[in-house]
């Protein structure tokens, strides 16, 4: 499925495909790369049910703009009557009994969701090789990683599947996967997108939004998922902007804050220079690159890695054996119960980041480690507030690297950690980014990274669309992806 | 910040996880690595730097206190392992 949403909005609208046929073949496709282990539930009979609901809305007009376009959740999101699993032993066996916002949403904008993605357990991983249910392969080469948390979410779409797919992002879980598979994720400012009912890992940090193939499939996504809902107490209370409108500005007199600590040692040399190549398009386009400093970029990685796991061990507490999810067997004690549950159903970075978080929590510690890390990350929100006084956006490599190969970095969390470089300091400030393919090296798709004011997404949407109307590396594709 | 294994299991206690005693000694090696990290952040500049709990700072918002959700009582009972008569039921704490 080679087409936008909009070519695929105005195909079914004028009647030369139906929802039902383009389900069948997200389905086909689907079960035909079985291969990449993408999705831990394909939900074919919902799936066609909810494609004959969005036909028969489209007899109707104006429906959706979403209307009959297949896609897949990130099975981090609470679908009711639907497993979800969070890619963990502890909800191998979770049906929620209701919708997450994400959810009720896209389906009231009558998009047809085809199955849950894989993903790394609990959404803590970088490679997506932490899940329960095996690795999702990348479709740039099988033998790499897709990148995480969103792994599946990511592989779907680069490999056509589906036009889009949900993901969330606490520290790059969007971004960098869109990154290593060669497609567009947006990670929206934090409350922009409610939460309710996305099972939850740093609950100050965690955000959801969209991969798609290109910056206007992401604005037509975004635009049904975003605004407020009283469901989830840190939603933002705003008007959400008309991301399609803002598609068309002209980049004339766009400020572009080049961080010299996004270039830093650790960066590939070919990420870092079709990155460059990318940059010196937008100057073509009439933006102006501006030198621009992160003095406390290098501080983001230790920060974020103690209060992600900190607010992790927190909010996985809830997983005790008692009310849903993995019970350990003929327990012998309360005690028993909760202790072996926890050992037996979460994963081994699950763990070590529970631990972590604990001790970071722990009587003596607190000061040191957890309060250290929130003034540490006030100076990282203050740097990007500098910095916005005189540019509009920032702009650096999603990653430091191409697509790793599988298997290469999953024995050490240090070197997996690593990767979040330059993506975990935007969720620390809780502001929008968005990464875009600028090109390859090592015939591997490469992500532009480009970092926006709080709430400001349709200045992002902006100039990545015009961007992709100047360049094609969006619509590069797989060998043997139609 | 190296960690030994006696600070492993009372972590894993207050975390409530089983774990092996010879899981200790990896665990351990591989914690303390991790608080290697963290340790960077000894290297910024903090005095008089409130922390950020929150990116927004935002307070919570008032709402009416009415009924808004549905009673689902039965449909998250049913998820459970073991529950009767409108409770879960765990294994008996006090003999």
Not at chain 1, 39 to 68: N, Q, V
Not at chain 1, 331 to 343: H, M, Q
């Amino acid at each position: 499925m080679s087409l936008s949403i909009t070519q695929l909005a105005q195909a079914l609208r004028e009647r030369k495909t139906s929802a039902t046929e383009l389900t069948r073949q997200a389905l086909a496709a689907a079960k035909n790369r079985a291969d990449l282990n993408a999705l831990i539930t394909l939900d074919e009979t919902g799936a066609l049910a909810a494609a004959e609901r969005a036909d028969t809305a489209l007899k109707k007009s104006p429906a959706s703009a979403l209307a009959g376009i297949p896609f897949a959740h990130k099975d981090i999101f609470c679908t009711n009557g639907l497993r979800t699993t969070c890619a963990s032993r502890m909800l191998d066996n979770f049906v929620p009994p209701y919708d997450a916002t994400v959810v009720d949403k896209l389906a009231a904008a009558q998009a047809v969701a085809i199955g849950k993605a894989n993903m790394d357990e609990f959404a803590m991983g970088s490679s997506n090789e932490n899940s329960f249910y095996g690795p999702v392969k990348n479709p740039w080469d099988t033998a790499r990683v897709p990148g995480g948390s969103s792994g599946g979410s990511a592989a779907l779409v680069a490999a056509g599947i589906v036009p889009f797919a949900t993901g969330t992002d606490t520290g790059g879980s969007i971004r960098q996967p869109a990154a290593f598979c060669g497609i567009t994720g947006l990670k929206p400012t934090y409350g922009r997108v409610s939460r309710f009912g996305m099972i939850a890992f740093a609950s100050s940090l965690d955000t959801a939004s969209v991969l798609a193939r290109s910056a206007e499939d992401c604005a037509q996504v975004l635009a049904a998922m975003a605004g407020h809902d009283g469901r989830d107490a840190t939603s933002a209370d705003r008007a959400v902007d008309d991301y399609l409108a803002a598609l068309a500005k002209p980049l004339q007199g766009l400020r572009i804050g080049v961080a010299r600590e996004y270039f830093g040692a650790g960066i590939d040399a070919g990420v870092g220079a079709a990155v460059q190549a990318a940059l010196k398009q937008y100057e073509k386009l009439g933006a102006t690159l501006v030198d621009v400093s992160l003095p406390n970029a290098a501080l983001a990685i230790p920060a974020y890695y103690v209060i992600a796991p900190a607010e992790a061990s927190s909010n996985l507490a809830r997983y005790d054996g008692v009310r849903y999810g993995y019970a350990a067997k003929e327990p012998k004690s309360l005690e028993d119960l909760y202790t072996r549950t926890r050992a037996e159903g979460f994963g081994a970075e699950v763990k070590r980041r529970i631990l972590v978080g604990t001790y970071a929590l722990s009587a003596g510690y607190y000061d040191a480690y957890y309060l250290r890390a929130q003034r540490v990350r006030r100076l990282i929100a203050n740097d990007f507030a500098e910095a916005f006084k005189t540019v509009d956006l920032i702009a650096g490599p999603t990653t430091p690297t191409v697509a790793f190969k599988l298997g290469e970095k999953n024995s050490d969390p240090l070197a997996m950690y690593a990767e979040d470089v330059n993506t975990v300091a935007v969720n620390l400030a809780g502001l929008p980014a968005i990464s875009l393919p600028a090109g390859f090296s090592e015939k591997l798709p490469v992500g532009l990274q480009l970092i926006a004011p709080a709430f400001e997404e349709a200045r992002l949407l902006n100039a990545a669309h015009q961007f992709q109307l100047a360049s094609d590396w969006h619509a590069h594709k797989p060998e043997g992806v139609a | 910040m190296s960690i030994d294994a006696a600070t492993v299991r009372h972590i894993a206690r207050l975390a409530r996880l089983a774990v092996g005693e010879n899981e200790l000694a990896p665990i351990a090696g591989e914690l303390s690595r991790v608080l290697d990290l963290a340790d960077q952040l000894g290297a910024a500049q903090i005095d008089g730097v409130a922390p950020l709990a929150h990116p927004h700072e935002q307070t919570l918002a008032w709402r009416p206190d009415a009924v808004t959700e549905p009673d689902l009582a039965d449909a998250f009972l049913a998820l459970a392992p073991d529950a009767r008569g409108g409770l879960y039921l765990v294994p008996k704490v006090l003999e």
